[in-house]
Structures are given as C-alpha cells and as structure tokens.
C-alpha cells in the first residue's frame, strides 16, 4: 500500500536523518463477507456506479480461480493527483488507465491515499478527510459514513492486513498525520462501523513519524516513514505500533507525492519530486535484494496512492 496529492511536507511532518526502503499492500487470497458498494452497511450510495458481486471487477475481471480470485484483483492499483485511477503490472511495468474518479468532495479535495480489499475495493482517502469506495473496473464511487478527523486523523496512509499467518480476515490499518507535531501513530477503521481506534504510536526514531503502510498475507505490516533524508522502511506491530526491523535504501526519497505496493515478492515504490511525474522504483527482494529504477517516467502523472489486493502473488510469477 502509502502513502499523495497534498503537500508531502506538511502531511507527514519532518523526522530525523534516516534512508528508505519500502512495504506493501498485499494480502492473503479469500472469499471474505462481502462488502460491495450495494451490501456495505457504512456507506451510502455517491456516484454512478457500484460493486456488483464481483467486488469491483466486471466480467472482463476473469472468472474466479480456485482461490476465489479474479485475475484483475491480482493487480497494483494506482490514484494520481489528476483523479486518475490506473491499474499496474509490475511485472511488465505497465499503466492502464481506468477513470477518472468524481467522488462528491467538497470541490477542492484531492486523493490521498489508497487502499484495496480483498475483493478488490479501493478505499481513497482525501485532503479533506472523507473516505470513499471506489470501484477498480470504472473508477465510479461511493461515499461511506466515515467521519473525518476522528482522533486528529484527518490525512492518512492507509493499508489493508490479515489478521494472522493463516487468517482470512483482514483490517484497515491507517496512520495518522497531525501536521507540524509529527504523526499520530497506528490506528485502525471498523468498516462495519467507520469508528477508528488508535492503537499506539510508532516506536524509537520513528515515534511521531507520519507514515505509508502495506500489509501482507501472512499477518505482517510494514510502515514507509518519511525521514531525512531518505526514507525508512519498518516493520510494524499491527496490535500497538511498536516499529522493529528498520531497513534503509540509499537515493530513495519521498519528495512531493509517494506511495507503495508489494507485488509478487518484491516492494514497488512510486515518488515524484516537485511535480514531476513519477519513477516506479523496485527492490528485489525476492532475488538480489537490489534497488533499481524501472520505469523514470510513468507517463506524464503522479502517484499519490498505490494499493494491492489480497489476491496479489506473494513470490514471482513463472
């Protein structure tokens, strides 16, 4: 999963000197209880459009497999700060653009950041604090009961997590931003009820970090901080947000706009300085454990989220 199209700067606050690597937005494959656009008991109906059964993804989605999984839920999701929601193929580095997305805002909001669910459901928070559904087949919305600002979390980074190494229930897990005071920690969002929890605040040179978060099948979260001057990747206690296994990669900055993913053993990053459009940076943990450059352009736009389902593959496909 971080996280944008705000002002980096003040969203996470400035933390002291570290380097960076990243986490992810990857989750474990099921058939959890639905939470469609039509059957989600914290949400209201925004824009045209909605979640039919398939959690997002029309028939060109694919049929199920025997994971229960479409081949489009196996894919990175990206927002840009132009409202633009694009689909990612790591393996092949390749953009698809799917919409644009008209989430009934208060007119100057901008996305955030990005989560996906396991059925395929993005979750875009905003500049102004709101959270919508959004669909991955057509980029269409839908508004949810959340209020913003619970707690002092107004702007968040925002990443789905199974709930243990061999569970099939996953939580929303978000991490707070409370502007020049640094961060607000760990918190997490009931999405039966949109009430958010805070958990605890990060620990050692990352307490009072802002941060991007990903989670990954096996029960495992993973914070993106945003330190100096390069960031730091961590990982995280998903039940208080004590922070361990801190990890630095040299040359990787968050500048203006960032996110994250986890994708088929290796963690994505996408960063863009000033309003330059951004470069898709991977590190290869699967293999080599090297960080390269694989894509200096996307395209023209720039990342302000990124979000991987629960179907993603966690080791390289063959």
């Known amino acids: 999963m971080r996280s944008q199209a705000r002002d980096e700067t003040s969203r996470w606050g400035q933390g002291a000197a570290r380097a960076v690597t990243f986490g992810a937005l990857l989750l474990a494959c099921s058939t959890p209880p639905k ?14 459009g909605g979640l039919g059964s398939s959690g997002g993804f029309d028939s060109d989605g694919g049929a199920p497999s025997g994971d229960g999984c479409t081949d489009a839920a196996r894919l990175v999701y990206v927002v840009s700060a132009q409202n633009d929601l694009y689909s990612f193929t790591p393996n092949t580095a390749t953009f698809q653009r799917i919409g644009t997305l008209e989430c009934p805002t208060n007119g100057l ?70 502007g020049a005071g640094g961060g607000l920690g760990l918190g997490k ?38 330190t ?22 040299d040359g990787v ?11 088929g053993g290796d963690f994505w990053f996408y960063t863009s300085e000033g309003t330059s459009p951004s470069r898709v940076t991977r590190l290869a943990k699967s293999g080599s454990g090297d960080i390269s450059v694989v894509k200096g352009d996307v395209g023209g736009f720039r990342i302000v989220g990124a979000g991987v389902s629960t179907c993603a593959p966690t080791a390289p496909p063959k």
Request: hydrophobic share 35%.
């Open 253 to 263: 900055q968050t500048g203006s706009a960032w996110a994250f993913s986890f994708w």
């Open 109 to 178: 909001a901008t996305p955030n950041s990005m989560a996906i669910d396991r059925e395929g459901t993005a979750w875009v928070n905003f500049s102004d604090g709101s959270l919508f559904k959004v669909s991955t087949a057509n980029a269409s919305c839908a508004a949810t009961s959340f209020q913003p600002n619970q707690s002092g979390f107004l702007r968040f980074g925002m990443a789905f997590a199974t709930d243990g190494d061999d569970s099939t229930n996953e939580t929303l897990y978000v991490s707070g931003l409370a």
């Open 228 to 249: 100096q001057p390069f960031a730091t990747l961590a990982e995280i206690e998903r039940s208080n947000g004590a922070t361990s296994n801190d990890e630095a990669l």
């Open 35 to 48: 939470r469609g656009f039509d059957s989600d008991p914290g949400g209201s109906s925004g824009s045209s």
């Open 189 to 226: 969002i009931d999405l039966d009820t949109m009430k958010l929890t805070v958990l605890g605040d990060y620990t050692g040179n990352l307490a009072r970090m802002g941060a991007e978060l990903t989670g990954t099948g096996d029960g495992h979260l993973y914070g993106f901080f945003t």
